[in-house]
């Protein structure tokens, strides 16, 4: 079982160990024919240079360019090179040698490539080409595998490329050198080299606010489970799974990162977990077709369902398996016929068991092509399914095959479980002295086994100390260099200020003695200013309080002069009311009585401005109640004619109060004397409102029979008529005369308020009017 971990673990870090990804793997905002374009147009320069280099990526990293393009690619990088020489263009020689180089490997001509990055190396370190430079290093580790002989070179390389980033001061391409140099770390073994370097490149990406953070989730969690802290493995899988579902959906890269999460769950023996995890990452597989990947998730799966105890599951999932994806390769046969074993095993069907123990050992004459924790892993198998049947000589003889592979590998773990068979197996057949001294020994392997483990967690908290150690050296180091130089400036600060401040003195008394003589000027002047200004004001407070006298006595006036003139209307009413008793002329009666009338709608205006506070406004709602009610008196209209007034609460200058009172007063008069013969009953309805601003509408409705068919009031002569148009005029305003079962009157107009400092008289009303001579009375 733990050699399965292992296998999946390393092929989780083999599809996660790739090259470092260059500045040639950017995506061109211009596109292929754009390029080829600009070329044609471009001139033999450093512009051109970049062209074909481009062109060159472009073929590089599109997937669907046929491989024997390439030799056409190789030709432009080509004359790339030449130009750079031509024009003494290091960095595009480099680039061009680095480009090249990447063609030579796709077409499986490392031993081209490689002299190719050396040049480029050391054109771009001559020139100093800083960021370009850490690039090349990190592709020359490309040429190193990760394995035991290799990892070291390319772990220097790595450092190198990680130096150049940090002196160009690249943030990004750093913080991808030290996520690169962490993942070399871990698998190397070197686990808490590995936590510190990949916390840094965390620590940077996050400076910079660069969000793709999925892949150093997952290396992190990785790196923690290694050391046994697997809460804080699952910590960052979980923050691996949220990133890289929210900014890729579903990816190879998420696959692996679902498969390392539900490894660390199962470590934890959270097998309902780590299953979850192993699905979702071999649905993505499925979803990519690859195979491989598809069968090493389901033996991680197989796995825990067997732990779960759900042994009928587990084999009909691994029989499912082969049948939707036959294997054709024989790593992953023997890891599938292991685990058809174990389960057949555990399930008591020995005669299940041992068909594939025999097609397991059909096999071992192919051992030589597999690895040999895979050759050792199918001995363990056969191991023990030999004890299970009872086949001991059988058992023994692959125990011992088991054992020497285990010695060979240098493998405690493995030695420690060969023993342990070992006991098993001297047990079964009877010696238990010999059963002892192999349990002896497997306990002794076991305690080795802790010891080493625990060496191992002190190393690497040694290792951990003195890095944190060397990085507090230098950083008091800069500290204390920080501190004297701050020192040393203030000093220099000091005796600045010290002159400074000697001179400030000086001038400041220079200037206090200045400002000294000013403030006195100053305060002379303000005095004779103050002398002369209490007399102004005592002369502006005299004439105040002698215009305020003036204008209440004004007011007092005005209200008086209203009082006389409503008294010398009502005289006029008198008059008139006296001269009618000797008419005997209906008409002439009638033009008597209309006058009065309209008197009276004047002398109310003059009552309401000498009983008010102001006067100058009239308060129409007040006013226009009274003149109703006068003229309802006047006609004893009793309950027979009804009267709806809708007035907003409205004052107005006497200027707009008298023409709209005598219009008021001709109307609602039409109305009562025409609008309803004889005993008909009837509605007048006079409304007067603000629509909007100062604009106002007065209208009398009523439901009355209404004008006669041929009634028109732009032709008609009529004095009510004359008169209302006229005293319309006379505030600018629009009248509209309208017979629909009754009659309305609608006069529209603009609210201009006037400062007047004379009265405003009904003479002034009346002699503005332009009426026929006989109205005026």
Excluded at 388 to 416: C, D, G, W
Excluded at 532 to 554: G, H, P, Y
Excluded at 561 to 588: C, D, F, G, T
């Amino acid at each position: 079982m733990k050699l399965l971990i292992r296998i999946g673990l390393l092929l989780c870090g083999l599809l996660l160990c790739v090259v470092l990804p260059t500045d040639a793997q950017i995506e061109h905002s211009r596109s292929y024919p754009e390029l080829v374009s600009a070329f044609k147009k471009s001139k033999a320069d450093t512009n051109r240079v970049q062209l074909l280099y481009d062109i060159g990526a472009y073929y590089f990293f599109n997937p669907n360019v046929a491989s024997s393009r390439l030799d056409s690619v190789i030709s432009m990088l080509q004359q790339a090179e030449a130009l750079s020489i031509a024009l003494k263009y290091p960095k595009g020689q480099g680039n061009t040698y680095r480009m090249l180089a990447m063609i030579y490997c796709k077409q499986g001509k490392p031993e081209k490539g490689k002299p190719l990055v050396y040049k480029a190396i050391q054109i771009l370190k001559d020139n100093n080409n800083l960021a370009d430079l850490g690039e090349a290093y990190f592709e020359l580790g490309g040429y190193y595998t990760v394995s035991e002989i290799d990892i070291a070179e390319r772990i220097r390389l790595s450092q190198l490329g990680l130096e150049a980033f940090t002196q160009a001061g690249n943030k990004l391409k750093q913080a991808n050198g030290l996520k690169e140099l962490g993942d070399l770390y871990q698998i190397k073994g070197e686990n808490s080299k590995a936590l510190l370097t990949l916390r840094q490149s965390l620590k940077l990406y996050q400076s910079i606010g660069y969000p793709v953070l999925q892949g150093i989730y997952d290396l992190l969690g990785n790196v923690c489970a290694s050391l046994g802290d697997y809460k804080e493995a699952i910590r960052y899988g979980l923050l691996a799974v949220e990133t890289s579902e929210r900014l890729d959906g579903s990816s190879m890269q998420l696959a692996t990162i679902y498969n390392r999460l539900g490894l660390t769950y199962y470590e934890l023996r959270e097998f309902e977990q780590a299953n979850q995890y192993y699905k979702k990452s071999i649905a993505i597989a499925r979803q990519y077709h690859d195979f491989v990947t598809i069968h090493m998730l389901a033996a991680n799966i197989v796995r825990t369902l067997i732990y779960l105890n759900r042994l009928e599951e587990a084999l009909a999932y691994q029989q499912d398996i082969i049948k939707k994806y036959p294997i054709d390769d024989i790593t992953r046969r023997i890891i599938a016929l292991g685990n058809f074993i174990d389960i057949y095993l555990r399930l008591k069907h020995y005669k299940q068991a041992r068909y594939y123990c025999h097609e397991l050992h059909s096999l071992s004459g192919k051992f030589n092509q597999i690895s040999v924790e895979t050759e050792q892993y199918a001995y363990h198998m056969l191991t023990i399914f030999y004890l299970a049947t009872q086949q001991y000589q059988l058992a023994e003889k692959y125990r011992l095959a088991h054992k020497a592979l285990a010695k060979r590998l240098a493998s405690l773990p493995a030695l420690s479980k060969n023993y342990l068979l070992h006991f098993k197996i001297d047990s079964a057949q009877g010696n238990y002295a010999a059963a002892i001294l192999d349990y002896q020994q497997y306990k002794a392997f076991t305690d080795s086994l802790l010891t080493e483990a625990k060496t191992k967690q002190i190393a690497q908290l040694q290792i951990q100390y003195e890095t944190e150690k060397k990085d507090q050296n230098i950083k008091l180091q800069q500290q204390n260099i920080l501190l004297l130089t701050k020192q040393s400036l203030l000093k220099e600060n000091q005796l600045k200020q010290a002159k400074l401040l000697r001179n400030i003195t000086l001038g400041g008394v220079i200037l206090l003695l200045i400002i000294i003589g000013l403030l006195y000027n100053r305060y002379l002047t303000k005095q004779r200013n103050s002398k002369k200004l209490e007399a102004q004001q005592k002369e502006i407070n005299d004439k105040n309080l002698s215009l305020q006298r003036l204008v209440t006595e004004k007011e007092w006036l005005l209200k008086e002069i209203h009082h006389r003139v409503k008294n010398n209307l009502q005289i006029v009413m008198s008059l008139l009311n006296s001269q009618s008793a000797y008419i005997n002329n209906e008409a002439a009666m009638l033009a008597i009585r209309s006058s009065q009338h309209r008197v009276q709608a004047i002398s109310l205006i003059h009552q309401k401005l000498y009983q008010s506070e102001s006067v100058a406004a009239i308060d129409m709602p007040v006013y226009i109640q009274e003149l109703v009610e006068y003229l309802r008196d006047i006609f004893s209209t009793g309950q027979r004619i009804r009267f709806d007034i809708q007035i907003d609460p409205i004052r107005l200058d006497v200027s707009y109060a008298v023409p709209l009172g005598l219009i008021l007063n001709e109307v609602i008069t039409n109305s009562i004397k025409y609008a309803f013969p004889g005993t008909r009953e009837g509605l007048i309805t006079i409304s007067f409102k603000q629509t909007h601003g100062n604009q106002y509408i007065l209208a009398v409705m009523d439901n009355g029979v209404g004008l006669p068919a041929n009634f028109d009031s732009n032709t008609t002569d009529s004095l009510g008529v004359s008169l209302i148009r006229g005293l319309s005029e006379d505030i600018d305003g629009k009248v509209c005369i309208e017979s629909n079962h009754g009659t309305t009157v609608l006069v529209d107009f603009v609210y201009q308020k006037i400062n007047r400092l004379n009265p405003i008289l009904a003479s002034d009303i009346l002699i503005n009017t332009d009426l026929p001579s006989e109205t005026i009375i």
